[in-house]
């Protein structure tokens, strides 16, 4: 157990459909990061967050949103969903944001888009 | 670009036997942080061992063990007396200084045959 938790763990919906996920880091961590694990592009990087304030964005796309609140939990909001936003949706956390620091990995949330 | 290559999509190896898995990767860079990262059937992203770029010593952990060859840009995973429990999704990853994402290879999957 990584200390990192993620709700909920599965997600069904349909095309055009808004979800949120959600994701507590390991107490002390002030960092935040969102991967999307899909068959097709592997894992990628999305964005992330330190202390509330964006600090790295990666492929996201414009239909995704995140956020991170003052007790330091994550959302990522995902909207006008398509068939390709089906994957497997991780957040990690570290403590700050030097290079060293090793990147702790919540158990995911997997999305399925019917 | 920067890009991380694993060039063996499946391995198999014995129970007890020592299996290499292979990664290569390709950075301008002369600071940076190399991580291979184990994804088992529960699909949680577990961290086996990480490398910093400006050591020459091998780091190991326990029965993992990994071969950095920073002139080649490869950093290869040694698994010394295989276990069923070593079954799983093998990712190599780095980080480079000043950026926040981890970069990761398409994975290796490792079967441990008893």
């Known amino acids: 157990d990584s200390g990192v938790t993620q709700t909920p763990k599965h997600l069904i919906t349909a095309t055009g459909q808004r979800v949120t996920l959600r994701c507590s880091p390991r107490?002390?961590?002030?960092?935040v990061y969102w991967y999307q694990q899909s068959l097709d592009q592997g894992l990628q990087f999305l964005i992330q967050?330190?202390?509330?304030?964006?600090?790295a964005k990666g492929n996201i796309l414009e239909r995704f949103s995140a956020q991170q609140f003052p007790d330091l939990h994550s959302e990522l909001n995902l909207s006008s969903l398509e068939l390709g936003d089906s994957a497997l949706y991780f957040c990690?956390?570290?403590?700050?944001?030097?290079?060293?620091?090793?990147?702790?990995f919540g158990p995911g949330t997997r999305l399925l888009v019917l | 670009a920067q890009t991380v290559t694993q060039s063996q999509p499946e391995m198999s190896v014995q129970e007890a036997e020592t299996v290499t898995l292979s990664c290569t990767y390709d950075t301008s860079e002369s600071d940076y942080y190399l991580f291979w990262y184990k994804q088992p059937p529960s699909r949680q992203m577990i961290l086996v061992i990480r490398?910093?770029?400006?050591?020459?010593q091998n780091a190991t952990e326990n029965r993992f063990s990994v071969n950095f060859q920073k002139a080649a840009k490869s950093f290869s995973l040694k698994i010394s007396d295989s276990q069923l429990g070593d079954a799983a999704m093998y990712f190599c990853?780095?980080?480079?200084?000043?950026?926040?994402?981890?970069?990761f290879g398409q994975g290796t999957r490792l079967t441990i045959n008893p």
């Open positions: 990853a780095y980080r480079i200084q000043g950026a926040q994402k981890l970069v």
């Open positions: 490398q910093e770029a400006y050591k020459q």
């Open positions: 107490s002390g961590d002030l960092s």
């Open positions: 967050y330190y202390n509330g304030e964006e600090r």
């Open positions: 990690a956390s570290s403590i700050g944001q030097s290079k060293w620091e090793t990147q702790y």
